[in-house]
């Protein structure tokens, strides 16, 4: 067990044999599995092996825990925010992974850059997040956006979303690596999964105390 | 005479001679003149020989102009924008530009998306602008910002202003092409010459009508 | 309704149901919506709900209109320029943008810089244009010539046409954002959307004067 | 006061007198100043009028604080890590950021890959922390290794050190982006400040738990 | 023969035919053929016309030997090293290229970074090899903590594994060249064949002498 | 003798006692030497030794050849193009290396995109050319459009003029290999010697025919 | 009619209507058609309609020619060079080429640099060639070697054949832009036309002289 | 003592004073130091400090070893390999990295791709070694011309010697990744002193056998 976590296995490039032979070991010693980038295909035969898993679709993880998932009032929780539509599968993969993970999390799901105020709107909520997890394509500008108004961390999350000289993602990612804001650390394109194991070790942390 | 506009002199790795047998070229023939990317000692040498031209040190611009650079209420202006002291040689490129060329030029300094509440106190003005001219370096996410809020064509200037990851401005360069604003075109790094030309085009064209 | 023009959906990547969720809700609150890069399937999907929708095959856009687009002699026209059949995809997508938006079109389809000739021969028409939309892949050295020869503003558009070292629109792009032309703004590439809409939007200002 | 914290100033490309006159602003209204990336003319001439600040040669700090440096034994600490001499410029500023945010900072400086039973010595002090800062140069593999060993999030930090195809810190940073290790998140080339700066906001999100 | 070592045929973008055609050219002059990176569905067809081909699934390679695969304790042996699953393709590739050319292999493959006791308990077996093949994928940083703790010449192999910001093996392939631990030489993305070759190579001299 | 032509030094990173040494050794045996990239400091020294060498300040060629160089009205001519002033550096090291090794050349050097009529002006004597040389910065459309008027070969040649986008002349490199005008090929960035060398190996075959 | 040469349609991406519309019309008009980079589909098509054109299946060419392609032995010849079958689809296409703009070409296609004694046995026919078009993926160092061993011109044709740090054929192409040998220049990435083209009209001067 | 060998320090970017302090603490425990990348003046400083060390100006390295460089005839040897003046710096970092390490070495400096008869004229000598290293700029095709004639290891080091679009070594980088000679591995730009570590820890295997 790593870190006090659940042990994760990257499903992607892994035959189901290969994904149900670790899990079956992990589950063995843990209470908790994770597994990222499942294909939907190998999530229905690991399901009809374990019927214990449960798959989401859209963000292709597959879980299993020993507790269900619930909003525990007396704790923080984590912000995973993005603009909308197209960004929803690795937002997705953040949010669920921070909540595999035991954390509370708060969805702001429609509020972009180019339609700034639904962002204000908001904002109070987004602020009384003990971190937040901004998940941006294209430009990849609402983390910047984000990271001047709250003063709690903010991992900022580049996807692929976009095209032309998005250059599969490269253009979100510079621009979050270069965010004139404070308080903004960045994790690899498309990686939900990361975003959300970081904040979840920053939401223990602030739980913790 | 290109375009019914004063004729440009590509400044940089010109010699003052090759400057000086050109301006006096087109001096000859027009009643404007501009001369882009003019080191200091070169444009000390100019005006010795030609005193009656300007330079204006933090955007090394030269100039000559038969009328004052004044600003005409009858007319609508140009919005330049940026977030501060690092962009100012730049968003004065633009902004002078526009000026030599004839336009009404507003300048709006301090209004930066880390600190995007300075933006909403300027917004009416910048809303009535014909056209804006938003210059970043960094992350360059202020003109999907200031997309999200106008109606009028956004002209984006990315610069080379910050280190490592921005890759001395391609950062700023593609996140400005990838906006999820609509309205948005984008010059080369560093060019704010060519923010305030096409800023000053699309002004003729308004004032004209 | 941002910026005084009909909503834009932005297809790819979003499931027909969302497409048509989208759709909807504009269509309660607007005269007009504009969908692009839809697939010929999700295209089908949404005329058979809503048949009062167009497909337009060649650019991918499927619109709304409560007035048919027609061509006002008297107001001036945006030029939409490529060379020939390999970008008429991303022309269109400009140019019936531009319509869908309220503008006249006028369509150069066949003015390549290999064979310059036909460039001259339609070039005053191209010159009393507002605003051009120059549509160039592989090399992209076509807004270069024309913004050389035109007093208005460029919109140029990199297309990916092209095969190896142009690194699907990379070289179109670089050739467009270097141009030593002056009055020439650039946005993504195989953007079509874009230079209908900044054009669209520049169109608006020389109408409204 | 952006997030609690004193407000800092992005030296680099600054005029001594842009710099001052800003660092008087906010000493009008704050108790701690903090200016990066000066460089030691421009210190020796803000302490020369200010020498209530203190300049940090190594790390390019000048920072104002009314209160000492202190270790507050009550509370949990940052691990700032490096491999070496090569690092410490970044792996100070990011040291010193974090203790100016009022914060206890333990130092482990000779830790590197290439020797790592002296990671290994120090690995129970570094695991005790409440969050790592892991600065490395060349390959930068260091954050990996670290981040397998800790259960606490890890903020790693890539350096411009080395030559040929590390391409300016390019390499360390896609070194760090794509760790398998969970819990690490990663900040721009160089940018010891956004290393020292997010370590201290999750330390006091510990600390007031 | 090339080199004193069975000739190689590169599978890639050849038809059955044309591999057919070259293989039947070596066999009758060689006593051993390799030919890398063949498609499934070429080595059947393959084998069905030279059923002494032996197939290997994992590492695409077809090969024939005139005497079959042992271990010979009385030479010293390469060690190919990887962190699991993922990277098993590549580091086949590899082992199985140095056993066709003769040489004794171990294979050490769940020795990642991310989990790194793994690899101190092999790290007695591994230190007596007479050189690495060391395979990683992601972030790549496998060989230099080999490299750290050898006296070996390693032979580092980037493969392709992972997503995002890895560009296709870009970042496992710098990681490798910019290594700060000595004696680690780097062959292309994906090229288990290359470092087993090499790898043979050097145990071919080591066991001359 | 290299391919009937004189030896070539490449002048760059040798010291003056290296090329001095190795001129000495070609003069030995040829009867023209030419030297490339040669400092102005440097070129003084060798002249001083050996007065019977000429420097070209502006195209930093140094060279020596028994026989004056001269215009043979008997032979056709080779073509050297230029938009102007900041790029005449690479073309006068096309056209003297040219002239160097035995052709007739013609320049132009006033002929570029922005100014498209000043190339037809000259058009007739560009087209009665053997060959052409077009050298371009920027956005390196020059090529292009000469060969789509010209019916001989074009070799192209990129320069590194420019700033931002152009990434040290790799915007005009990518436009001159994609050129969609047939009849061109590239030379390295700023290799005039490489542009006036080929030029000649194909104005010597059609002298010869 | 191009350059005194047939006209030449680029396929790729182009519908079967859209080709044979543009054939008819050039057909009206030209002794010869080629039509470049045409699917094993569209030639089916093509021929079908127009049974006087040749498909030539590894090239991908399609042409049509009132006279039959011949070698005549009064004429010099064209090389084209490559190290084996994987390069053959292009070398093919500059062979074909050639051979329909009416020049003799020998084919040399087993001439690789990792057996150089190949390229020895066949050198006295290589160098008595007008002009050589050498075809290289992986390292692209084949035109180097040919370039140092023969004095005509010769044009580089990088290929995309290879995998990972070859980046689509960016590793040929820049080793040949960055020959120390002199005397050669470079068409785009997998560009066989281009290098047929390009020798053809260097072939076509030394015939007429 | 790490792998047998003396201690290596890395002297770019570290002052005089760490320079000394690190390599008296070496030399305390060991019999041998090496140190590379000092520049001409930390040089200077070391030997008036540590009259015992030699400064090789060339390779910019500076060592001590308690025993002269010898040739020891009853051993193999290392072949390093360039192709003349431009590389010099890098090969002799390589060659006398090895002579320190114990091993003899052979130089074969004149030797280049362009003039291929003079690397025939060595090749005897040059297959009779135990390793190579091969060094070479621009295009860096001399390892795979190398490599296709030996039938040891060869460690390929590219040099960023050139220009243009040679991007500081990626080029020769990129050619030696994608050789298609076996038995080939590459180290970073420039770094000559991987070259000859690599070599030397393979011709000692060779050695003791
Ligand atoms: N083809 C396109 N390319 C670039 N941006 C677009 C395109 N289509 C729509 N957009 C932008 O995307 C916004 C809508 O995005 P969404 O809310 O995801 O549908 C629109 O307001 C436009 O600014
Ligand atoms: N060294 C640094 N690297 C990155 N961002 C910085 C650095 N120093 C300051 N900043 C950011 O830049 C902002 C101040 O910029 P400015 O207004 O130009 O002084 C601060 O709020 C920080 O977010
Ligand atoms: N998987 C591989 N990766 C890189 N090079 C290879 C591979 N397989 C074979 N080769 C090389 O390619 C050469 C044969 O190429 P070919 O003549 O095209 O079959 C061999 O001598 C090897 O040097
Ligand atoms: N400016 C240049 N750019 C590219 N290659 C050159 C240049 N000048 C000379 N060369 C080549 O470099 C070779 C001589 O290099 P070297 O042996 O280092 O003196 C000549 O034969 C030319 O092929
Ligand atoms: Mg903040
Ligand atoms: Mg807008
Ligand atoms: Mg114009
Ligand atoms: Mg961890
Ligand atoms: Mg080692
Ligand atoms: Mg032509
Ligand atoms: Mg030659
Ligand atoms: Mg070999």
């Known amino acids: 067990k790593?870190?006090?976590?659940?042990?994760?296995?990257?499903?992607?490039?892994?035959?189901?044999?290969?994904?149900?032979?670790?899990?079956?070991?992990?589950?063995?010693?843990?209470?908790?599995?994770?597994?990222?980038?499942?294909t939907e295909e190998a999530a229905v035969a690991i399901?009809?092996?374990?019927?214990?898993?449960?798959?989401?679709?859209?963000?292709?993880?597959?879980?299993?825990?020993?507790?269900?998932?619930t909003y525990d009032e007396s704790k923080g929780y984590i912000a995973v925010?993005?603009?909308?539509?197209?960004?929803?599968k690795v937002a997705e993969e953040a949010a669920l992974t921070a909540e595999v993970l035991g954390c509370n999390v708060?969805?702001?799901?429609?509020v972009g850059v180019a339609g700034i105020h639904r962002l204000f709107d908001q904002l109070d909520a987004i602020q009384h997040a003990?971190?937040?997890?901004?998940?941006?394509?294209?430009?990849?500008?609402?983390?910047?956006?984000?990271?001047?108004?709250?003063?709690?961390?903010?991992?900022?999350v580049p996807?692929?979303?976009?095209?032309?000289?998005?250059?599969?993602?490269?253009?979100?990612?510079?621009?979050?690596l270069n965010s004139c804001a404070s308080g903004i650390s960045v994790v690899n394109i498309d990686n939900g999964f990361g975003g959300g194991y970081n904040a979840a070790l920053i939401d223990r942390l602030a739980s913790k105390g």
Chains 1, 2, 3, 4, 5, 6, 7, 8 share one sequence.
């Not at 990257?10 to 597994?35: C, D, F, H």
């Not at 679709?57 to 879980?63: A, D, G, K, P, R």
């Not at 971190?131 to 991992?155: D, K, T, Y």
């Open 47 to 69: 399901i009809k092996k374990h019927p214990e898993f449960t798959y989401s679709e859209i963000s292709h993880l597959v879980y299993w825990k020993n507790q269900p998932i």
């Open 130 to 156: 003990t971190v937040s997890v901004v998940v941006a394509g294209m430009e990849g500008a609402l983390p910047s956006v984000v990271g001047g108004l709250v003063s709690h961390p903010v991992i900022a």
């Open 159 to 176: 996807t692929s979303i976009g095209y032309g000289a998005n250059f599969h993602g490269l253009s979100a990612l510079l621009t979050m």
């Open 106 to 110: 708060k969805r702001f799901y429609d």
């Open 81 to 88: 925010i993005c603009a909308g539509t197209s960004d929803l």
């Open 2 to 38: 790593r870190q006090g976590f659940p042990e994760i296995i990257y499903g992607e490039g892994k035959t189901v044999e290969q994904i149900i032979s670790i899990l079956e070991a992990i589950k063995a010693r843990e209470e908790e599995v994770l597994i990222t980038r499942v």
